[in-house]
């Protein structure tokens, strides 16, 4: 999942961008906000967590011209400005959750997580296919009751997939929601980790879920 972070405060930005990282997500940093309007119109981000006091456009701005442009992206507003109007403005204009400053790191995640189970119509925070189990929270991956060890890459595309379900996903969707724009395009570097997946998601199984759709990318398989 591809997550952008519009802040101006460049420490702030950095322990950020660090720490989603570390938890799978493709994440990008942008400091103003006619940066964060330049990549949202060129990459289809699952998630923008949004400063209010930026240089050039300001968060409301960005989010006005966002929802103008039709752009339904989730939007978590994470700003020092506390006060219940602005937090109405942001909610009217169409931010999906608004966090103040300062905040926990995990209230972050914990908010991160629900706004993708909304996204997606999920309920809870597990996530299954067949005996195919994923932890969003504990990031634990199990298939047919047995523990796999998947590094955080291959975490990420796996959820990715598992998220998609039932639907073919080309080379170019899975390398942009998994990699950030800094990574630069590999051209195989896709089959690469879905050949790793397949080694340890479905090798040894009856059922194979990694399928390839000839000519179009990759789906997991939702069997009946």
Known sequence: ???????????????????????????????????AIDLAVVIQYDLIILDLMLPIKSGIEVLRELR?????????????????????????LGADDYLTKPFAFDELRARIRALF????????????????????????????????DLTVKEYSVLEYLIRNRGQVLSRTQIEEHVWDYRYGSNSNIVDVYIRYLRKKIDKGFDKKLIETVRGRGYRLRVVE
């Open 1 to 35: 999942m591809r997550i952008l972070i519009v802040e101006d405060e460049y420490h702030l930005a950095e322990v950020l961008q660090k720490g989603l990282k570390e938890d799978g997500y493709a994440v990008d940093a942008v400091n103003n906000g006619q940066e």
């Open 68 to 92: 103008e442009e039709g752009n339904k992206v989730p939007v978590l507003i994470l700003t020092a400005k506390d006060s219940v109007e602005d937090k109405v403005a942001g909610l009217d």
């Open 117 to 148: 189970r909304r996204k997606l119509g999920e309920s809870n925070n597990v996530l299954k296919v067949d005996d195919l189990v994923l932890d969003t929270i504990t990031h634990k991956v199990s298939r047919g009751g047995t523990d796999i």
